[in-house]
């Protein structure tokens, strides 16, 4: 339950200080929803060394293993998410080949993107159950390739909240542009199917409530703000990536909810063409991101258009001003 408290609480940050720069064996390319989409999952076999023996090539069958199908799966709807809604091809752009490690140590409570492959924990069995559980998860760390190739967000303070915050918007619409859902039937959650029948919780975090997602006696209660009146200054987390991000988070949720329909279309549209701006700063404050979408919406749907007062109206709830 400690490492598992620590997962929800006090993130280290991986992907910051993870194995950047290590090359991983590439794949043989294969055919699968796209050409261009190549994946590899690999089986750590519950050692800490990456990437492990590989178990699952492009176009290969099901293994059998639940870990290495779902993950394969998992790769392949969030590829789908970029390419089919925004026209980008992998993590970096360039079709780079989607590399996963699953079997990740022992009990092992957490997920992260290394710098240049996913990695999933099976989970201690009390609190977690394997991380390959939640799609929402695999896109989730696989966003944090997508922001390390285009915005290239600090992994600190209200930077590292976006980073988070990004992470978690573009993981639940790969969820619901698989599932056909619009903003109005979507879950909203991240991690939802993680924890084990024991914790009282549906899921690690919801954007349409943060705050709400659990509620349990050893975890405690959800700890993220729906709102800058609940804003943490703290030091661990890198500065509250986690916690903050429930901000921004619920800025996302309120205006797919306002335009309706599949929030990826218009909303999911707007923050992938903010994090894709060449001058995007890696700097980036709530304020300046929430200008910086209004300014995108203006761009791609016009001045004083639906979509640019929808993400102005959810900035302004969360009191975000702009
Ligand atoms: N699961 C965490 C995340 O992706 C791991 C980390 O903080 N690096 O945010
Ligand atoms: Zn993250």
């Known amino acids: 339950a400690e490492a598992a408290r620590r997962t929800l609480m006090e993130f280290s940050s991986v992907a910051e200080t993870g194995q950047l720069g290590r090359t991983a064996k590439a794949p043989s390319s294969g055919t699968a929803f796209s050409p261009k989409l190549r994946r590899t999952v690999y089986d750590a076999m519950h050692r ?17 293993d639940p870990a290495v199908d779902e993950t394969y799966d998992g790769l392949g709807a ?4 970029y390419e089919d809604a925004y026209g980008r091809s992998s993590v970096d752009g360039a079709g780079q080949p989607l590399l996963a490690t699953v079997h990740y140590g022992r009990d092992y409570d957490n997920a992260f993107w290394d710098g240049a492959q996913m990695v999933l924990g099976d ?7 394997r991380f390959s559980k939640s799609l929402t998860v695999i896109g989730h760390e696989l966003t944090h390739g997508v922001i390390q190739y285009t915005a290239k967000l600090v992994y600190q303070d209200q930077a590292g909240a976006l980073n988070e915050s990004l992470a978690d918007v573009f993981g639940s619409l790969v969820e619901q542009k698989l599932l056909g859902q619009t903003a109005a039937d979507a879950s909203w959650l991240v991690g939802e199917g993680l924890f084990t029948p024991e914790v009282s919780g549906s899921a690690l975090r919801s954007l349409a409530a943060p705050g709400t997602a659990y509620d349990d006696d050893v975890l405690g209660k959800d700890p993220q703000p729906a709102d800058m009146s609940g804003y943490i200054e703290t030091t661990s987390d890198n500065g509250g990536v986690h916690l903050n991000s429930g901000i921004p988070n619920h800025a996302f949720y309120l205006a797919s909810v306002r335009l309706g329909g599949y929030a990826w279309e218009r909303a999911g549209q707007i923050w992938y063409d903010t994090i894709t701006e060449p001058n995007f700063p890696a700097d980036c404050t709530f304020p300046v991101f929430a200008a910086a979408t209004i300014t995108a919406a ?4 016009g001045a004083g258009s639906e979509e640019s007062s929808a993400v102005q109206a959810a900035w302004q709830e969360v009191n975000v001003m702009v």
């Open 78 to 81: 969030t590829y789908a998410l």
């Open 48 to 64: 800490q060394e990456l990437p492990g023996r590989e178990v699952r090539a492009e176009g290969s069958a099901s293994t059998g």
């Open 123 to 129: 989970g201690d069995g009390e609190v977690f159950e």
């Open 298 to 301: 203006e761009k791609r749907y």
